[in-house]
Nanobody, 122 residues
Framework: QVQLVASGGGLVQAGGSLRLSCAAS????????MGWFRQAPGKEREFVAA????????YYVNFVKGRFTISRDNTKNTVYLQMNSLNPEDTAVYLC???????????????WGQGTQVTVSS
């Protein structure tokens, strides 16, 4: 069992920035592929970004490329999502996820956190 706790969300003006963090429990964090997803009110969960277990490979959905950066610190069991140039369409609950299988372009994740709310005002 892996526990994931996301934090760092909040209210920000359009054009602003936030950095989300996701802290993972356990000794095997460095072996997990990590991903960020988001779910806006009334909409389905959608993929945002992923990072390989070593941090050497990243993958982003098109609408966040150039604005969001995913990174990880395996010594801290933490994955980050730096979000710049935020717009109201980015408003959602952001969730982190983990999976032991490789492939940043895969959408299968075994473990999920509860998420953190990001609200972007116009």
């Amino acid at each position: 069992q892996v526990q994931l706790v996301a934090s760092g969300g909040g209210l920000v003006q359009a054009g602003g920035s936030l950095r989300l963090s996701c802290a993972a429990s356990g000794r095997s964090f460095s072996s997990y592929r990590m991903g960020w997803f988001r779910q806006a009110p009334g909409k389905e969960r959608e993929f945002v970004a992923a990072i390989s277990s070593s941090g050497s490979t990243t993958y982003y959905v098109n609408f966040v490329k150039g604005r969001f950066t995913i990174s990880r610190d395996n010594t801290k069991n933490t994955v980050y999502l730096q979000m710049n140039s935020l717009n109201p369409e980015d408003t959602a609950v952001y969730l982190c996820a983990a999976d032991a299988t490789t492939g940043v372009n895969r959408n299968e994740y075994k473990y999920w956190g509860q998420g953190t709310q990001v609200t972007v005002s116009s």
